[in-house]
C-alpha cells in the first residue's frame, strides 16, 4: 500500500514541467532556437562573479571538514549574522542573528513554517495568481487552502475578497511580491490597506493572523519600491530564497525569518525548527551557508532582464495583448486573445511557442511567460505571438 495523497502528487505531474520537457523533445527535432519556450523560471544571468571567487577562497581557506561537514540545525552563526547584518542596513530594522533560520530555498522555508501553524481546522490563504506549490505545501501540512480571487486588471490585492475570506480558523495569509506569475510589485499602499482589514478582523477574532512573505524575487524589481513587509505588518514571517536573487536555484540556500517582535516570536521560531526537523529539513548545504556568509551583501544585475522585460512589454502591447504591469520578478502574466488560455497555449504549441496557462496559478483567461531567456529568442517569438492574436482575432 502507499500513501495514496504523495501517490497523487508524484504521478500528476506540473503543466510547467509537462511543457517544458515537451520543450525539449521538440527542439531534439527542430533545433533550440526554433522553440520559443517561455514556460520554466530558470534565472537566464549568471551568478555574479564574486560568488564563484568565494566558493573558491572557502576551499582555501577553511577547513575541509569543516566546509563540507554538518552544521548547526538552524545554520552557522556567521551566516544569519550576515543576513541580519545586511537586511538592518538596507531597511533600518533591528533583526539578530537567532531570529534566522537556514532552508535549502524558499520551498521548505514555506513547508516548514505553514507545519508549524497548522493546527486543526486551521486555514491559509492565498492571493491569487499564486505560485502552484503553496496549495500541497498547505494541505499535506493540514491546513486548508483558501484562494482570494485576482484584483484583475492591475493584480495588486483584492481586499474587499480578503475581507469576507478571513474565519476565525485563519492562521496566515501568504503573499508573495513581486509575484509569479503576474510580474506585479504590491505597493506600500496596498499593503498598508491590507495591515487594515487584517488588524480589524483580528479585533473581531481575537487570535493571530500571520502574513507569511515568500520573497524569492524580493531583488528583481525594476525601479520601483519593493516594501520590506515586516516593517509593515510586525507579524509577519519572512521566507526568503537566493535561487533568483543570486541565480543559485539548484544550490537549495535561503531562510526564515521570524521577527523577535512578531507575536509568540520564540515559540513561532522553536516551532518552525521543529516542524523542519520533522521534514528532514535541517543544516542547509554547508559550503553554501559559508558562501552566503560573505555574500549576503550581493545584489543581481538586472540589466539583461529588464531589456527582456520592456521587449516583451513592449512588443506584446503593441501587438494588442494586454498584460499586468510587469514590475518585478521574470514574469509577464497576459490576458488570453479569444479568453480561453488553455485553447491559446495549444495554438501556440503548434507553432513551438510555449506559454503556461493560468489555471494552475489560480487565474483561468491568462497566461503566464517567463523572460528570463535570450533576448534573441524574444525577438523571433514576437512574429509568432502576431500571427496568433491575428488568428485568433479573425476567428
Ligand atoms: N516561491 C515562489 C513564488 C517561487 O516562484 C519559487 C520558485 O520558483 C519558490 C517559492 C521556490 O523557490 P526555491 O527554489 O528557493 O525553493
Redesign the pocket.
Known sequence: MLNPKAYALGANRSSIRDLFEYGCRRAAVVGRENVYDYSL?NPSIPSPKEVDETIRQVLQDTDSLLVHGYTSAVGDYDTRKAISDDLNHRYGVQTKPEEFFLT???????VSVLRALAIPGGEVLAIAPY?P?YKPFAEEAGLAFRVVPPDIPSFQINLTEVEKRITPNTQAIIL?SP??PSGVVYTRETLQALRRVITDKIMEYGHTIYILS?E??RELAYGVEVPFIPQIYADTIV?Y????SLSL?GE?I?YVYVPGNCTESKRLYAAIAGAARACGHVCAPSLWQKVIARCAHLRPDLERYDRNRRALYQGLTAIGYETAKPDG?FYLFVKAPGGDANAFSELAKEKDLLVVPGDSFGCPGYFRLCYCVSYDMIQKSLPVFQELYRQIKEA
Open positions: 523560471g535549502c530555498g524558499a520551498a521548505p522555508a514555506l505560485f506549490e508573495n509575484n509569479n515568500d524569492p524575487y521566507c530564497s537566493y535561487s533568483k536555484p537549495r535561503g520578478a
